[in-house]
């Protein structure tokens, strides 16, 4: 089982920033992808951005230029820095690990973190 804690949402003017952390613990193994989804009402959950075990990232274009995802792999976790916010990066953020354990492949995903931008 993988536990994930996220932390750093909150309430910010458009414009501003914020950063979001994602820490992995448990039967980790072997982490390939950590990423960032994020549900607005009435929409679907949507992909942010990801970064693989290799450094190589991928971001949705609404957040290209503004947001930054990266990893610390001593320690498990995955940040996301949001800058430049828009009321339209309001939702909830979830943080999501895949990776191998035991030859298995897991999907995990955090219990979410609010994020509203707002004036």
């Known amino acids: 089982q993988v536990q994930l804690v996220e932390s750093g949402g909150g309430l910010v003017q458009p414009g501003g920033s914020l950063r979001l952390s994602c820490a992995a613990s448990g039967t980790i193994g072997n982490i390939n992808n950590m990423g960032w989804y994020r549900q607005a009402p009435g929409k679907q959950r949507e992909l942010v951005a990801q970064i693989t075990s290799g450094g190589s990232t991928n971001y949705a274009d609404s957040v290209k230029g503004r947001f930054t995802i990266s990893r610390d792999n001593a320690k498990n976790t995955v940040y996301l820095q949001m800058n430049t916010l828009k009321p339209e990066d309001t939702g909830i953020y979830y943080c999501?690990?895949?990776?191998?354990?035991?030859?298995?492949?897991?999907?995990?995903w955090g219990q979410g973190t609010q994020v509203t931008v707002s004036s």
């Open positions: 999501k690990v895949s990776g191998w354990y035991r030859l298995q492949w897991y999907d995990y």
